[in-house]
């Protein structure tokens, strides 16, 4: 399987605890995304990397949470503290943008966040 | 900045039949693309056409077809011979050239009937 990857499925864990999500792009994708959705609502923006450079944040991604691509392969996206309010899909993406255009973005499966 | 309204919270069709789903959006972008991605429930996101605002060609991918009226910012999906699998949340979403985030609308759910 080519597309992209994300680990773990699904994740419950109590409020005031951490968690990490991570993403496996597609493999010659330069660029990756992540996303949140809450239930009946379309994604919401949260960044984005080109390679292992973070170029644009969402006034969504607050101080307890944290992206990395440290190799410009995978990601990973850290929320510390967790509150109910965090309580979502978390949806990573990738596209290969070489320069001139942009194009289109592929979606992972996602992974389903349950803070009790 | 872009914003995207997708004025259809549901919409049912019966199989083999057409349906069209609307999405209008406004963008401060000169030039920008568009998407429709479809959401079955099983919720990974999957890309179903894109367009290029500069084109004034709409585009087609098998059954599915859009509608773009670039003056209007309107940009509609027209799915033909509708199919059990076709039954989904359908999201329009822009995309600026400048920037690389998808703007969302808030969905159409399309039922597909046997």
């Known amino acids: 399987d080519t597309g992209v990857s994300q680990d773990p499925r699904h994740k419950i864990t109590k409020r005031g605890q951490n968690v990490t999500f991570r993403c496996d792009p597609i493999?010659?994708?330069?660029?990756l995304y992540w996303y949140r959705q809450t239930l009946g609502q379309g994604p919401e923006f949260l960044t984005y990397?080109?390679?292992?450079?973070?170029?644009?944040k969402s006034r969504l991604l607050s101080d307890r949470f944290s992206a990395e691509r440290p190799k410009g392969s995978f990601s990973t996206l850290e929320i510390q503290r967790t509150e109910q309010g965090d309580s979502a899909m978390y949806l990573c993406?990738?596209?290969?943008?070489?320069?001139?255009?942009?194009?289109?973005?592929?979606f992972g499966p996602g992974t389903r966040l349950t803070v009790t | 900045a872009q914003t995207v309204t997708q004025s259809q919270p549901e919409m049912s069709v019966q199989e083999a039949e057409t349906v069209t789903l609307s999405c209008t959006y406004d963008?401060?972008?000169?030039?920008?693309?568009l998407f429709w991605y479809k959401q079955p429930p099983s919720r990974q996101m999957i890309l179903v056409i894109r367009q290029e605002a500069y084109k004034q060609q709409n585009a087609t991918e098998n059954r599915f077809s859009v509608n773009f009226q670039k003056a209007a910012k309107s940009f509609s999906l027209k799915i033909s011979d509708s199919q059990l699998g076709d039954a989904a949340m359908y999201f329009c979403?822009?995309?600026?050239?400048?920037?690389?985030?998808?703007?969302f609308g808030e969905g159409t759910q399309l039922t597909v009937n046997p």
């Open positions: 493999s010659e994708h330069n660029r």
């Open positions: 979403a822009p995309l600026g050239t400048s920037g690389s985030r998808l703007t």
């Open positions: 990397f080109q390679n292992e450079a973070q170029l644009e």
């Open positions: 993406a990738s596209s290969f943008s070489p320069g001139e255009g942009l194009y289109e973005q592929y």
């Open positions: 963008t401060s972008e000169s030039d920008y693309y």
